[in-house]
């Protein structure tokens, strides 16, 4: 009896302990309508006017002052944001939490992704946006451990610099969860937060409903788990701190950040929210209002932030429901420094177009455009008369007989003679008193040679092609002997030079007879052909050949910024055609082994003339100048690539991940000029195999190939020097085979160079090629083996796709580990080799390739097409510029027309489209000035170089001081011969000075007579 009459009481109890408890619930509640003098944190010593307070275990539904909002982005902003946000009202619900005691919270669902990358989660926001720094708390569970990666996040954002957010993530390792705390779009990074492992450890349970808290104020952002301060913002280390009103959301979201959250889930995720306590200021106050509360309101009379019992939200007025825009002041035209501009506009626009019209021609329009070719300077000869000397014809006339009569007896027909300097020409008479000016024999000043032989284009990287015609050393000629001598030191000044011809070629050689019968019968015609002979055959196939191989490298970087699928297995494909181009024809198009070519036919440009004429002139012109051919254009473009990209010029990359489901995309603006110039002078020092550090700071960081081009023609032009010497040719090819096999088993570029080196060595010097047509049972049989081995380069990775063996890594392995002197598979593992690593595919199919380009006339022809040579002096500019126009105006037009609603194939060829037309149409523009830089300086710098530097000269040169000094007084007081009417002048072989008089009649006077 008594035991039933106590189950009975006790059962009661439990009905009644509910109601019991909300009844003193309720009698314990504060609303904040009370709080008319805001809200104070006694440890922060923070202070705020705005409530929203909200427990959900005591809603029936969502408050009104929250937004429950439906969404589906069409892109996201993330560099490893692969999915795309969406958000539906139906996953926002108050629902009990069975896994937590069934504790009431509100529920936030986020589903698996659909086809298309996009990921429905649930967001929810306040429906005031108006907060404008505040005290931000809420009880927040992340998504269960078991499930995939997904975020719930506490967050405010204006736009992508204006921002702070909270994200809570489980990962699809569950040991790996962690919470980021971040702003201004900062990259997840575990330094801006913590793991659920340490937080587990002080004793917190962050799998459960954990306390977040964010203290924002003007100049500092704190962030708070479980009551402790984690990550700390402020305006003294941080250069800003957010500080622009907006909404505060709750969101559940994946986005496929392998970096952050993982994911997406492949179940539908819940993660829940025990309650919210915001405590902000607004941004609809004015300065009366603020005014106001300070005169009415202290400290003391604040509600605490601390205070449990608080409940309810504050009253807003409407303007509060709108979204924050920056005012902006009435503009106001000032005209004083509009009315500057526009004069010198105006001067500079009429000084500019006339300079250029007096110029003008379509030929020069052309050339520039590129759709023509510079017409060969013609060589002046020293025999004809200057331009300068035509035009002033009439005015030598006036001058006296003096040096008619000079020229003729040199035999110059008037005009100035080789060896003759300035100061040898005669002056006009002076008439009166006036002193004439005293006349000093000196030398001729000399011509220092130019770098004709240089390359058009750095990338070659030639710096040696002039179709044969070797290096110029200086020497002086003597009137009246056909060979020249060397230069001999003369006093006063340099001495004249003139050029030594070089070392005939073969085909040089071979038209001797033919120049000499046509110089004798003077036919003009057989002279030009003579000429045209002499020339060795121009290797136009070369050109095209590398031209191709560039426009196939900047082809694979668009398939991996835009269809990844066609190229990287692991990547989502858009559609089951790009899996099905990736296991057939892609492989031999968009392969990154296009990348051979470039260093390989770059050898043939570099080394041809050496190899023809042993001429050392020629190769220490190229040691010199070729560094710093090809670093100016590499700095001008990096140099406006880091200004376009300071400039917001690539803002639509970050976007682009999320339509294109490819993460290869990345870069970042340098902190500040003096990294990205510390990064441009690595390249020059970089000692490969590494990848600069302006990988990171440059579109699709093709200039990790800089310091390879670099190092290898250094290792080629010191071996080229002993190669030569090896005359017997068996030695000589086992030095080639021995350094290509030494430089593949060293993980060496060096190994391309060496085999351009070889290939070039051959034709030049051993003439296979007319040896190997005219033989057709060898020359079919080679062209087939060659055909079959640059086409199985290209096999072996289209094989790795079907057999699921990485043949790279297999043969990565067999190389040492500088570290242990082991293999490295024995060292580290089977490992892929990273793209700045060469491979022995790779290596085969470049030599076999270019091998079949050298023998094959057809091919040499279809190469040697006129697109191709028009296109070969931009190649350097498209390989440097490419990757930017990819990411900057295709990113551009790819994410906005995607947003239109366009079809994904559709997006990627309309984006081909403009990304090309603006690379293409670009190229006019950008290579005419950096080629015309990177020639002045490497000319200039040939020139320091190479020459000795001229003697210093008095600034009254070529008169003296005498012609300062003693103006004014008469001529007897000079030491000058008595007659003032006489010039002197030294006629070429003279011993002693000639005057001539003023009728041209020569005066001897003895050197005694002159003291």
Not at 124 to 148: C, H, N, W
Not at 260 to 275: F, Q, V
């Amino acid at each position: 009896m008594f035991s039933s009459t106590c189950q009975t009481l006790l059962l009661g109890l439990l009905v009644l302990a509910p109601a019991a408890k909300a009844q003193t619930s309720n009698t314990q509640t504060k609303d904040v309508g009370s709080c008319s003098c805001g809200y104070y944190d006694e440890d922060a010593k923070l202070l705020f006017t705005e409530s929203s307070i909200v427990y959900f275990n005591e809603s029936s539904g969502i408050p009104t002052d929250f937004v429950v909002e439906e969404f589906a982005h069409r892109y996201d902003r993330g560099w490893n944001a692969v999915y795309r946000h969406g958000a539906s009202i139906d996953n926002v619900e108050i629902a009990n939490d069975t896994t937590a005691r069934n504790r009431t919270s509100l529920q936030m669902k986020c589903e698996p992704s659909d086809d298309d990358h996009l990921v429905v989660g649930s967001s929810m926001r306040t429906a005031r946006q108006d907060i404008f720094f505040g005290s931000f708390r809420s009880s927040l569970r992340p998504a269960r451990a078991v499930e995939k990666g997904s975020v719930i996040s506490m967050s405010l954002t204006h736009n992508k610099t204006e921002s702070w957010e909270v994200d809570v993530m489980n990962t699809d390792n569950h040991t790996q969860a962690w919470t980021a705390m971040l702003m201004q779009g900062q990259f997840p990074d575990l330094w801006f937060g913590t793991n659920f492992t340490n937080l587990t450890n002080e004793g917190l349970q962050p799998w459960y409903y954990t306390e977040y808290r964010v203290d924002w104020t003007r100049d500092r952002l704190d962030y708070y788990i479980g009551d402790v301060l984690r990550v700390s913002f402020n305006t003294s280390v941080n250069s800003s701190i957010p500080a622009t009103p907006a909404p505060l959301h709750f969101q559940h979201w994946s986005e496929g950040n392998k970096y952050g959250s993982m994911g997406p889930p492949e179940n539908t995720n819940l993660a829940n929210i025990g309650w919210t306590r915001l405590f902000f200021n607004s941004s609809t106050m004015t300065d009366d209002d603020h005014s106001a509360f300070d005169a009415r309101c202290t400290v003391q009379d604040a509600c605490l932030m601390s205070d449990n019992t608080l409940r309810g939200a504050s009253e807003f007025a409407p303007e509060s429901l709108d979204t924050w825009k920056q005012h902006h002041p009435p503009y106001k035209i000032k005209w004083a420094p509009l009315i500057i501009d526009i004069i010198f506009a105006v001067v500079f626009i009429v000084l500019t177009s006339k300079t250029l019209y007096r110029r003008f021609t379509w030929h020069k329009l052309l050339v520039f455009l590129g759709f023509r070719e510079r017409e060969a300077s013609k060589p002046k000869s020293f025999s004809e008369p200057e331009s300068s000397e035509k035009k002033n014809k009439e005015k030598s006339a006036s001058l006296d007989g003096s040096e008619t009569a000079h020229s003729q007896e040199n035999g110059s027909g008037g005009q100035l003679p080789r060896n003759a300097s300035y100061n040898t020409l005669s002056l006009p008479p002076y008439k009166g008193t006036q002193t004439p000016a005293p006349q000093y024999q000196t030398p001729a000043v000399s011509r220092r040679p130019s770098l004709s032989n240089m390359s058009p284009n750095p990338l070659n990287p030639a710096f040696g092609t002039n179709n044969g015609e070797s290096s110029r050393r200086p020497s002086i000629h003597v009137p009246g002997s056909s060979e020249p001598t060397s230069p001999a030191p003369t006093t006063g000044g340099a001495v004249p030079e003139v050029n030594e011809p070089a070392a005939p070629t073969e085909a040089q050689a071979s038209t001797v007879e033919t120049s000499k019968a046509a110089e004798a019968a003077k036919d003009p015609k057989a002279i030009a052909a003579a000429a045209a002979s002499a020339k060795p055959p121009r290797i136009d196939y070369l050109a095209g050949f590398i031209s191709i191989s560039c426009l196939l490298v900047t082809a694979n970087h668009f398939g991996q910024t835009y269809f990844d699928a066609v190229i990287s297995p692991s990547a989502d494909e858009h559609y089951h055609s790009e899996e099905v181009a990736r296991k057939t024809f892609a492989t031999y198009f968009l392969d990154p082994l296009w990348i051979g070519p470039f260093l390989m036919i770059s050898t043939r440009f570099l080394v041809s003339n050496y190899i023809r004429t042993g001429n050392l002139d020629n190769m220490a012109q190229k040691v010199v100048a070729r560094p710093f051919r090809l670093l100016t254009p590499v700095a001008s473009i990096a140099f406006l690539i880091y200004f376009l990209m300071d400039s917001g010029a690539i803002d639509w990359l970050e976007y682009l991940p999320s339509v294109t489901w490819s993460t290869w995309p990345f870069t970042t603006v340098a902190p500040n000029p003096g990294v990205y110039i510390s990064e441009i002078l690595q390249l020059a020092f970089l000692i490969p195999n590494a990848a600069p550090m302006i990988t990171n700071n440059y579109c699709t960081g093709s200039l990790w190939t800089i310091p390879i081009q670099l190092q290898g023609a250094w290792q080629t032009l010191i071996a080229l020097i002993m190669i030569r010497e090896c005359k017997t040719p068996w030695k000589r090819f086992s030095f080639y085979f021995f350094c290509i096999a030494m430089h593949w088993y060293a993980l060496s570029w060096g190994s391309y160079y060496y085999a351009g080196v070889l290939l070039a060595d051959i034709d030049l010097t051993f003439k296979y090629k007319k040896w190997l047509q005219n033989t057709w049972y060898i020359y079919y049989p080679c062209l087939f083996l060659l055909s079959v081995v640059a086409i199985g380069g290209f096999t072996m990775d289209l094989a790795s796709i079907y057999s699921g063996v990485q043949y790279a890594s297999v043969e990565y392995g067999w190389h040492p580990d500088t570290g242990t002197g082991r293999t490295i598979t024995d060292a580290q593992g089977t490992t892929y080799p990273d793209y700045f690593i060469p491979r022995l595919n790779a290596l085969l199919a470049t030599v076999c390739m270019q091998g079949v380009v050298e023998i094959c006339p057809s091919v040499q022809k279809v190469l040697s097409a006129k697109i191709f040579q028009w296109l070969f002096p931009h190649i350097f500019s498209i390989y440097l510029i490419h990757g930017f126009v990819f990411w900057s105006a295709g990113s551009w037009a790819m994410v906005s027309l995607f947003s239109y609603g366009l079809p994904y194939w559709l997006c990627s060829l309309l984006t081909a489209i403009v990304s090309y037309g603006v690379l293409f149409a670009s190229l006019p523009l950008l290579t005419p000035p950096i080629e015309a830089l990177g020639k002045s300086f490497t000319l200039r710098l040939w020139d320091f170089a190479s020459q000795e530097p001229s003697p210093k000269r008095p600034t009254t040169y070529p008169f003296g001081e005498e012609f300062l000094l003693s103006r004014g007084q008469q001529p007897d007081s000079l030491n000058m011969p008595p007659s003032p009417d006489t010039i002197p002048s030294t006629p070429s072989g003279a011993t002693t000075p000639v005057f001539v008089n003023e009728k041209g009649k020569e005066v001897q006077t003895s050197s005694r007579e002159l003291k």
